[in-house]
């Protein structure tokens, strides 16, 4: 499960960030999730309280914000919403996108003590 990996990842930060910017807790994380960022977001949040277990953010809340895949259409000159990586534009049905958003996942903001 990646989910795992990804969860152990933003652990590390944390704790990376806890030395540089002084703090012991962390009690909210806020992350924001493209949608074509392929991470099971239930998924993420079960493996989210599995490691922060007996570190510096046991117990704290993870809030998900689902962000909004978008792609630069070479037919329509314009940036389109598309929800999936083969989507093709809403608006002519090109198949000329290139992905500008959607595919990031990174933490927001945090509140700590
Ligand atoms: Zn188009």
Redesign the pocket.
Known sequence: MHEMSIAEGIIQVLEEQAKTQNYSRVKTVWLEIGPLAMIETEALSFCFEAVTRSTLAEGATLNIINTKGEAF??????N?PVTQRFD???????H??QLTSGEEMRIKELEVE
């Not at 259409?73 to 314009?78: F, S, Y």
């Open positions: 259409c070479m037919q329509c000159l314009k389109v093709s534009c809403p608006e002519c049905g090109s000329q996108l």
